[in-house]
């Protein structure tokens, strides 16, 4: 190589050198100003002020990558006037022809050395569209029209009367007029109080309980063979067993209601009334209970006298007299509630009143009398006793105990004076499960507690509240 072509080789390469940094600078400056283009308007994909609902997604264009159509990016604008603006080679974006486009107050002037993405939006081939009504911002005619429209739509008078708009709760009268009550339903964190539904909820229990409630007097009209006697035997055994697998309480009372319910209307021998017992316990049980008894644990407990056989022939019979109406109301059912108003107002322990009241409850199931008392009322009553039992010294009924039960002292009186009579005579009495149960360490020994022979009178007298 001469030195002349060397010197020329050298004088080029050392001028391509010099202009280099004149074109990263150009290419700086575009790219800042594009930057900052890009911060002056709103991501079009991030508008969602119009619905795509209905339409059909437009494929991309041939070449694109990917399923996703996507705007042409900001920062691929020049800057530079000498430069001359090139084609556009990207396919162009069609997700956006379904948005209405900005007012052109909002929206950036474009200047003479740059591209704005509003021009590519007005001569999208979409507008042409009959689905997509344009309107100028210099038609006021069609903006007035509409705008009256909503004006007369929506518009809300300012001379209605909004004092009458506030909600409100069907409350009985009476429950409303008494003073000094302790409000069981302001605690809205624990969802299983169902603080906001417990009244309407009572109120529908205490009407399902006079159309679930058995004959008062089937063993005098209706049975022939077996009397009140053996039924408390049934009962008292069926107490054994529902400890003995440890089933919830609710099955108890409801094996107990399905029997008598089924005894109202249907002449049973005493040979079958053990089957019907473990029948009924054998469906309450599938109603309440998390894991039920099998058929053939049941046919067990009764020594085999019965095959399964047996038991699912009378389960279907006892299924098909009640209608298959397996809800209930119970005296367990209302006793949650009642001791709940009890705690509310009570210096004893919680778990002693509440077992006391089960203990009594319990004692009453096996009573053929206390049919003729509805179970909200047994409940109360075994709550007023309960209270008594524990504090012989204090009124055992109140305000609170009136709202949330809806009985007077004097309403209870007769099935509390019977209570007490169950209470004092259990030691004496043949049938000692469920006195062997409540005097058990876990149920708090309350089977054994002391009761005055006499409630005084005053404590059921009305005017004492």
């Not at 007097?217 to 053996?230: G, H, L, R, T």
Request: glycine share 2%; proline share 5%; aromatic share 8%.
């Amino acid at each position: 190589m001469s030195s002349g072509t060397r010197r020329s080789s050298m004088s080029s390469s050392s001028s391509a050198l010099a202009k280099r940094p004149a074109a990263a600078e150009n290419a700086a400056k575009a790219s800042a100003a594009a930057q900052q283009q890009a911060k002056k308007r709103v991501a079009l994909g991030n508008l969602t002020n119009q619905s795509n609902l209905g339409r059909a997604v437009p494929r991309p264009a041939a070449g694109a990558k990917g399923n996703n159509v996507k705007s042409a990016p900001a920062t691929s604008i020049v800057k530079k006037a000498p430069v001359t603006r090139p084609k556009e080679t990207a396919p162009r974006s069609t997700a956006n022809a379904f948005l209405a486009p900005c007012n052109a107050a909002l929206s950036p002037n474009h200047s003479r050395d740059s591209l704005s993405l509003d021009e590519t939006m007005s001569t999208c081939d979409s507008m042409n569209s009959p689905d997509c009504e344009y309107i100028d911002n210099g038609d006021s005619s069609i903006v007035a029209s509409l705008e009256r429209r909503a004006t007369d739509n929506l518009r809300i008078s300012e001379d209605v009367d909004t004092t009458d708009c506030s909600l409100k709760i069907d409350v009985p009268v009476a429950m409303e007029t008494l003073d000094n009550v302790i409000d069981l339903d302001s605690d809205n964190k624990d969802p299983q109080f169902c603080a906001t539904l417990a009244c309407d909820i009572y109120k529908h229990l205490r009407i399902a309980e006079t159309k679930k409630r058995p004959s008062m007097d089937f063993m005098e009209k209706i049975q022939k063979d077996i009397n009140a006697s053996m039924r408390s035997i049934l009962i008292d055994w069926l107490v054994e067993v529902a400890e003995e697998y440890r089933l919830v309480p609710d099955t108890l009372y409801l094996t107990v209601n399905y029997i008598d319910r089924y005894l109202s209307t249907n002449e049973v021998n005493r040979q079958r009334l053990q089957l019907l017992g473990v029948a009924c316990m054998l469906i309450a049980s599938k109603y309440e209970e998390i894991c039920a008894p099998q058929v053939e644990e049941f046919c067990y407990i009764t020594d085999n006298t019965y095959f399964k056989d047996e038991v699912l022939q009378m389960e279907a019979a006892v299924l098909k007299h009640l209608k298959f109406e397996m809800t209930a109301p119970t005296a367990k059912c209302f006793l949650r509630r009642f001791v709940r108003a009890a705690q509310a107002c009570d210096e004893v322990s919680h778990l002693q009143l509440e077992f006391l009241a089960d203990y009594l409850a319990e004692l009453s199931l096996l009573e053929y009398n206390f049919l003729c008392y509805s179970p909200s009322l047994v409940a109360a009553s075994s709550i007023f006793l309960a209270r008594f039992i524990c504090q012989p010294t204090k009124r055992p009924w109140c305000a609170t105990m009136i709202r949330y039960t809806a009985y007077k002292p004097s309403d209870l009186s007769e099935c509390v004076k019977a209570l007490h009579g169950l209470f004092c005579n259990s030691t004496s009495n043949s049938l000692p499960a469920v006195r062997e149960k409540y005097s058990q360490h876990k149920y708090k020994f309350v089977a054994k507690k002391y009761c005055p022979a006499s409630i005084p009178s005053e404590f059921l007298q009305d005017s004492s509240i």
